[in-house]
């Protein structure tokens, strides 16, 4: 599975949107992209995946370059209860589908 | 969905002793996942489960830790002979046969 680059953390005002950014410039053309978050002491969460158009749900958008060797999380509103660390995971659609996790970015919304 | 849940929340035991955790994944789910969360840092695979076969185990799982799935349902992991070491948010995820896994809220686990 391809690596990932997070920054470590990244602030954003109650109401506003939050952008995180993940690069993944080794990804192959089978790789999915998928976004997972950790409020704190709780388990990983599945918020978004895609492969290579945009995609949108009730939680976030997923904005994936046309080259796909980066991406951009985006939850339009953000809430303080959005603080939590959001991991980038870049995998395969066959095998396992063991998640190899990074240090993830850690946002933190302030009032 | 009545979610995975993992049991106990919370275990505080002694240098030496055994403990074994407890993961009731989503019932139609075929596919297990243990990790392993240290402070600081994302979860680490340890091992995975398809129905009741395990088909990987990552080098993290020494010959201290041991996990089944006896009846393709709920997974117990467990550990031996425990170390300060292993003091760690123990996780268990589900899926079905696609990679988005949901995960429980894991077992905190305490070695004094």
Not at chain 1, 4 to 19: H, I, K, L, V, Y
Not at chain 1, 56 to 79: F, G, Q, V, W, Y
Not at chain 2, 25 to 47: A, D, V
Not at chain 2, 84 to 108: E, H, N, V, W
Request: proline share 5%; charged share 20%.
């Amino acid at each position: 599975d391809a690596k990932t680059t997070q920054p470590p953390s990244m602030d954003c005002a109650e109401g506003r949107a939050a952008n995180l950014p993940c690069n993944h410039s080794t990804i192959s053309g089978n790789e999915y992209v998928y976004w997972y978050r950790q409020i704190h002491s709780q388990g990983p969460q599945y918020i978004i995946h895609g492969l290579k158009n945009n995609e949108t749900n009730e939680m976030a958008s997923l904005i994936i370059t046309e080259d796909r060797k980066s991406s951009t999380l985006i939850l339009p509103h953000a809430t303080l209860r959005d603080t939590a660390v959001y991991y980038c995971i870049v995998r395969g659609d066959t095998g396992g589908f063991k998640t190899i996790f990074g240090a993830g970015t850690r946002l933190f919304v302030k009032a | 969905d009545t979610g995975v849940s993992q049991n106990p929340r919370h275990k505080i035991t002694k240098r030496g002793q055994n403990v074994t955790f407890r993961c009731d994944p989503i019932s139609e789910h075929n596919r297990l996942y243990w990790y392993r969360q240290t402070l600081g840092q994302g979860p680490e695979f340890l091992t995975y489960f398809q129905n009741e076969a395990q088909l990987e185990k990552s080098r993290l799982l020494s010959d201290r830790f041991s996990a089944e799935r006896p009846k393709g349902s709920f997974s117990t992991l467990e550990i031996q002979r425990t170390e300060q070491g292993d003091s760690a948010m123990y996780l268990c995820a589900s899926s079905l046969s696609i990679p988005k896994q949901f995960f429980g809220p894991g077992t905190r686990l305490t070695v004094l």
